[in-house]
Structures are given as C-alpha cells and as structure tokens.
C-alpha cells in the first residue's frame, strides 16, 4: 500500500463519529463497509486496468483539508437532501455503485451529505433541473459529493450538473468579482473532488443528464457515475469538460431491461499541462438495447487526453445494437491521447462496432483558409471549432447547445474567463 | 505589380523551379503553359506562400513589397487570391463563416472595422448571383458535397467576396464542362477592373477565349523558355509542346 491513503484512513477513523453526527442512517449504513474496502484495497495503481492512464496516487498525497459543510440547496419540488427524502432511498443508495472501485469506497465513506433528485411516476420536469458546484473558499479543500438521481415510471428530466468557480452573486457583475478577495482566493486554490453520481431509471423514464465541467487548472475531479436503466427507457450523459486541471470521469452503465437506450457524449478540450481521462462500460444484461457513444477531444500544448471504453454484450442480450466512436485532435506535437476502444460479446446475435482515431490539424485546410486571409491561429480556432461540433450538435437541450457553441468557441480563443459584453474584459 | 527575378524553388530535395523571370503589370493578364509537372503550379504556390514550398534563391516583388518576407494571409492581405486547382473540403467549417472570418481578417488588416452582419449578407447575396452559385451551398461546410463545378465557381466566388488585385487562376478550367467553363470565365470577366492583373494557368485554349491574356509563356522543366502573343497558346493547342523543345535542343 503507498502512503496517500494513510491520511484519509486515519482522519476517517479520527472523524468517523462525526461524520455519522452530520449525516443520515441511510448513508451511515454503508459507511463502515465502505471504509473497510477501502482500507484493505487503497487507491489504485497505474496496473489497475481502469486506472491506467491516471496518477492516483500523486493527485491524493497533498493534505487538501477535507470539507464537511453542508449542501445548500435551491428549493425545488424536486430536489433534496437525502436525510429528507419523500421515498425510501435504501434500496438505491449505494445499489448502482460499486465500492470496489477505490474512489467510489472513499467518497461513501467521507461523504456526509447527499442530494437526491426525485422525479416522481408519470412527471414530466419540464425546465431543466440545474446543480451548480461552486467552488469556493479560502483554504485548499476536498470536497467528496455525492448525488442520487431516481426517475420513477413514466418520469422525464433534463439534469445539468456543473463544477464552476465563481459564487453566483460575484460572477452576475464583473466589477464585483474583480474586487472581491474571496474569488481572489478562489481562483489560486487547490480543490480535489470525488464524485458519485447514481442514476435509477425506472421503466419508460427519459433522463437528458449533463455534467458540465469549468474550473482552473488547479482543480482535480474524480467523477464516477453509475446509471442503472429499466424497460422501455432512455438515457442521455453527456459530459463537457471545457477547463480544467486534472479530470477522470468514469461512467458505468446498465442495461437491465428490454428496449432502452443509452448514449453516452463526450467533449473534451485539453491545453496547457491539462489532462481528461474518460473512461465508460457499458453492460448490456438484456435483450434488444441500443448503446451509443461519441467520445471527442481536442488536445493542444501538452495536455493529455484518455479514453478507454468498453461494450460488455452479456450472454442472453441478444439484438443489441451498440456503437461506440472515439476521435481525436491532437493540435500540437507535444500533446498525447491514448484511445482504448474495448468490446466483449457473449451473445452471437449483436450488431456492435467501435472504433476510434487519432489525427493532427489539416495542413491543406489551415493554407486553403490563410490563403484567404484567415490568420493561422483563427484558422486552427475554426478547425478545432469545427471539429467539436459535431457533439455539441448532439445536444439535445437547445438553450444549452446555444450556450456551448458560444463557450467552445471561447475557449478555443482562451476567452473563456471573459465575460459577455463586459468593457473590462476586452 | 508583380516582379519575380531568379526565382529556384524545391519540394523537400527536388528543385522544380530553375530560375524564373517574370514580370506583370497592372492590369495584364499573362497566360502560363507548360507540360505536366514543368513546375507551373509550384510558381503559383510559391506567390501565394505555401509552406510546403521552399525557395532557394531570387526574389519576388510585389508592389513595392518584398514578397516572400510576408506570411500566407499578409500575401493574401496585400491582394494576392488563387483560384485552386483542388479546391479543399473544410467539414464543420460552414460557407458563410469561413467567408466571414475571411473578409473580416483582410479589413482588419486594412484598419477597417468588421462588416455589420447585414451588410456582409448582402455582400454575399451581390456576389453570389455574378458566378450563380447557390444559396444552399452557403449553408454547408466549405467545399463539402460541392461537384467539380460547383468548387471552382466557389473559387470566383470568393474572388468577388475578396476583391483580389492581383490572381492566380490555378487550371481552374479543369473538369468544367462548357457551359460551367463560361460561366466561371465571365465571372472573372465582370470582377476585373482595369488594374487588376492575372495570372492564368491552363493546358487548354479554350479558357483563353473567355480570358484573353496579354503574354502567353511556356514553363517547361522550371524554366520559361517561350514568351509570345495569345497566338502562340493556339500554336501549342494545334502543334503541343515538342517543337519548343527541340528548338531548345537545336539552341
């Protein structure tokens, strides 16, 4: 075992009391367990298959000072803390996902607090459900979060999780954000989260979820997400890192039930020291389900880009149909991307393809567009812009498809700080 | 306008240009033959500043400005335009875009504000209807799906939006059928003022019917061996290019 996971070890069994204190039964009663896997494994190495393009280890050593403050949350008929839940949540909490993987044992075991999001049978959410994880404070901080979102029969929702830095009554005025000591402080601090998100979609429910990642370079996040889907049912994640320090997200699916959906997107944009490792499994368990994936980075500078994916057809999931595309923009010499597209088929009745590609910018497009003027770094702009397009298409929600069009393109000009129509920023 | 004096040029170890001496005034149209691979589209690539391009030795002067100190866009900022042999396909890049980013970055370059989105429209809509090309092809990515013909009105086309002083029109005659041929060619023909100058290059004397060129020169292995009149372009279509070579074997 390396030293990283003695600090966590021992402040879990420093705080533990405490923790349980600030928390809820439902998520105390799987603590404990959580603790001892995580005790008896620790965090994974680099010969971990699912760990292999991420340095665990390094991004955990520093002592970040772990957060217990509560979660503020918005009032909506349809969200929660978990404590004050409207449903039994013990058969769901903890159900989906898997505490053999290390940060999902630590983040059950360190989180106090957790929000649920409770679409009830036959409701149909109509404006988007949005949480925004604020990043914020003083001190470098650990923050583990921990989501459950259940939609029950019938239920329809669009969910749009983001990580961003600024308070939301600093960012709306420039001139305050500037001023302000505590955005200030903000923006050089050192923030490492852990996330899990767990997703119940019961029979005919239509989840649209988005995980929406703007923070700074200084920011790590480990995301796993576990989507667990029924009959007749459809689910969308799309996860959009714009910016960013260190990012792994892994996304497990499962395909309980006959005749559901899943499509999985990806965009990813790399610059500077910036490395994004996504990582999927798809576990079709019934017949006649579809899975698509379209995974898309743009690395530039030295920045890292990894994807490993894989379909796991399972015997009996006959007329599965599952597609998965990784494709990638390497914009510089010196950035690297690793592409891992994985399928395993147990049953003979399956259409499946996966594929993935690594490519550099199209010199003869960059001179066609000089040779009309266009200047080389708005000419690459344009590429890279055009290159992401085709995922940020894919969006279903169209205010937000607006919205990202716009924040791609800025931050492919390394404008993405800069606010709308503000005379400062120009 | 356009002085090229001694000019060598290679592709990675290859020399193809051997010393080219040229002059264009404003206002002429100078037609360029040659057999394949005589090095007519390396002079033209050479002018506009492809990098892949690397030039040994002479000098290019374009009005008053030392050509080949300037980057692709300065070039093409100063006035230069060349109509591709092969148009390039720009997926995810749509016209208007591409043409817009285009426009703005050479009134940039002028000190000019950007064009007012209605006005940069109406621009398109003027020009588009000089080459008729079509609205729809305006909306899709650059070149993208475009047929032969379709590419190479695409290239006028952008001449217009440009308003080039001086242009290289790279066999821009090849894969049009007559009528595309004409069209393309009086498209030219309406954008040119009288100081715009040209220069044409074409295997064929059909082109040269629309386009009537001042000087016609024969390139042949990196060097221009034969200058003369628009009769000597229907001298090479009757007669091909054997008889200059053995005049310079005779020589």
Redesign the interface.
């Known amino acids: 075992m390396m030293k990283s996971e003695k600090q966590y070890i021992e402040f879990y069994q420093e705080a533990s009391s405490i923790i349980k204190e600030r928390s809820c039964p439902v998520m105390n009663a799987v603590r404990d367990a959580a603790f001892r896997q995580f005790e008896s494994s620790g965090f994974p190495t680099r010969k971990v298959e699912r760990y292999r393009y991420t340095d665990v280890d390094t991004v955990f050593a520093p002592n970040y000072g772990i957060s217990l403050t509560p979660i503020t949350i918005t009032p909506s008929p349809f969200i929660f803390h978990l404590k004050d839940a409207p449903i039994n949540v013990s058969p769901y909490y903890n159900r989906v996902a898997n505490t053999k993987d290390s940060i999902t044992a630590l983040n059950t075991m360190l989180s106090h607090d957790a929000l649920l999001i409770y679409v009830p049978p036959y409701t149909k959410v109509e404006s988007p459900i949005a949480i925004d994880n604020w990043l914020r404070g003083k001190e470098d901080t650990m923050m583990n979060r921990r989501f459950l979102i259940i939609l029950d029969k019938g239920a329809e929702a669009t969910i749009i999780i983001s990580d961003r830095m600024a308070p939301p009554s600093q960012a709306i005025d420039h001139h305050l954000s500037e001023a302000s000591p505590l955005l200030e402080k903000s923006e050089k601090r050192k923030y490492l989260t852990t996330q899990v998100i767990e997703v119940c979609c019961h029979d005919n429910a239509h989840l649209d979820l988005y995980e929406i990642e703007e923070t700074t370079s200084l920011c790590s996040r480990f995301s796993n997400v576990y989507i667990k889907v029924g009959r007749d049912s459809s689910v969308r994640h799309n996860s959009i890192t714009l910016f960013n320090g260190l990012t792994r997200n892994l996304c497990d699916v499962y395909l309980t039930d006959t005749n559901s959906q899943v499509t999985l997107n990806g965009c990813a944009i790399g610059s500077a020291n910036q490395h994004i490792d996504n990582n999927t499994l798809i576990h079709h368990q019934a017949p006649c389900c579809q899975s698509n994936q379209l995974y898309k980075y743009v690395v530039d500078d030295q920045s890292v880009g990894a994807f490993a994916g894989k379909i796991l057809v399972e015997k009996g999931a006959q007329q599965t149909t599952s597609q998965e595309t990784n494709a990638n923009l390497c914009a510089s010499s010196e950035a690297r991307v690793y592409t891992q597209p994985m399928l395993e088929i147990y049953a003979d009745d399956v259409k499946c393809a996966h594929g993935s590609t690594v490519g550099v910018m ?4 960059l ?10 770094a ?2 690459r702009t ?2 890279k ?3 992401m ?2 995922v940020i298409n894919s969006i279903q929600y169209e205010p937000l498809r607006q919205k990202l069009y716009v924040k791609v393109e800025k931050r492919f000009r390394g404008e993405l700080d800069k606010c709308e129509d503000c005379r400062l920023c120009k | 306008m356009l002085e090229i004096r001694n000019l060598h040029a290679q592709v990675g170890d290859k020399e193809i240009l051997k010393g080219i001496d040229l002059t264009i005034n404003d206002g002429e149209i100078h037609a360029l033959m040659g057999t394949n691979g005589a090095g007519k589209s390396t002079l033209s690539n050479v002018i ?5 391009y690397e030039v040994t030795k002479g000098s290019i002067i374009f009005n008053g400005q030392d050509l080949l100190s300037m ?3 300065e070039r ?2 100063a006035g230069i ?2 109509s ?1 042999q092969a ?7 749509s016209m208007t ?2 043409m817009r ?2 426009v703005n ?2 009134r940039e ?1 002028q000190g000019k504000e950007p064009l007012k989105s209605t006005d940069f429209l109406k621009m398109m809509r003027e020009k588009r209807k000089l080459v008729e090309i079509d609205q729809k092809l305006m909306n899709r ?2 070149n993208e799906g475009f047929s032969g013909g379709e590419r190479k009105r695409n290239e006028i086309f ?1 001449m217009a939006m ?1 308003n080039p002083t001086f242009c290289i029109l790279d066999e821009t005659d090849s894969g049009l059928d007559v009528d595309a041929l004409r069209i393309v060619a009086e498209g030219f023909n309406k954008l040119r003022t009288p100081g715009t100058s040209a220069l044409v290059i074409t295997h064929y004397q059909r082109l040269l019917d629309y386009i009537r060129p001042h000087f016609v020169h024969v390139l042949i292995d990196g060097k221009i061996v034969k200058t003369g009149g628009p009769d000597l372009a229907q001298k090479i279509e009757n007669n091909g290019f054997d008889w200059i070579k053995e005049g310079l074997m005779n020589a």
Do not use: K
């Open positions: 199209d010199e003869s497009a001179f066609y567009m000089r040779q009309r003027g266009i200047p080389e708005e000419a344009l590429l812009n055009a290159f397009g085709q | 506009v500043g492809n990098p892949n980057n692709t866009e093409a900022h335009f060349m591709f148009p390039i396909e720009i997926p995810g890049v875009n591409f980013a285009a970055a050479r370059a990515s650059v952008q440009l």
